[in-house]
């Protein structure tokens, strides 16, 4: 857990700016902001007095799921590109392993694939935003064009390639998260 981030998020959603919650607390508004950014932690005594001026307690905070980011800018994806198979990834929602869906971008250039992943639990879904792609899928293969989508379980090995002179791209999310 985030602790900064989390009261940091409460104190937004007090509509309080820093400097209002320090004064509520008899703190300066600097120790508030290092607090946010997990320079420095509050004693327990602290934390109990900067949660009662956000109108909760130390239960309610700790078992209490605040609402976690929703927007995701580039500045926030991460991408990898793996030579080998000549494709690159690029993870759409950062630590979405912790959730129960994982969508990535992956673009395929010309005769490549995606990275061939064995059987596991889970549903996995595709869309395909530009060029042609197959997705393998046990001993099956599917043709699969731009503004078409794939869904299936993951019980078999699959991956998806390129067969084609021209880059490919595909919105694809695996549930629970597997890339």
């Not at 919650?21 to 508004?29: G, I, N, S, V």
């Not at 010309?110 to 197959?134: A, C, M, W």
């Not at 869904?151 to 890339?179: M, Q, R």
Request: with cysteine; net charge negative; aromatic share 8%.
């Amino acid at each position: 857990m985030d602790i900064g981030e989390k009261l940091k998020r409460l104190r937004i959603l007090n509509e309080l700016t820093q400097d209002e919650l320090a004064q509520r607390c008899d703190l300066t508004k600097g120790f508030i902001s290092k607090i946010e950014r997990n320079i420095t932690s509050p004693s327990i005594a602290t934390l109990i007095d900067i949660l009662e001026a956000l109108g909760t307690d130390i239960q309610k905070f700790f078992n209490e799921d605040v609402q976690s980011k929703v927007v995701f800018s580039k500045e926030d994806m991460y991408e990898t590109e793996n030579e080998a198979l000549n494709h690159k990834i690029t993870w759409l929602v950062p630590n979405a392993q912790k959730n129960l869906m994982e969508p990535i971008l992956i673009k395929l250039d010309s005769n490549s694939s995606s990275n061939i992943e064995k059987p596991h639990e889970g549903e996995e879904f595709g869309y395909v935003l530009n060029g042609n792609i197959d997705l393998c899928l046990g001993n099956k293969k599917f043709k699969i064009k731009k503004g078409e989508s794939f869904y299936f379980k993951s019980n078999l090995i699959h991956y998806i390639e390129n067969t084609s002179n021209k880059p490919a791209i595909v919105l694809w999310v695996a549930g629970p998260p597997s890339f």
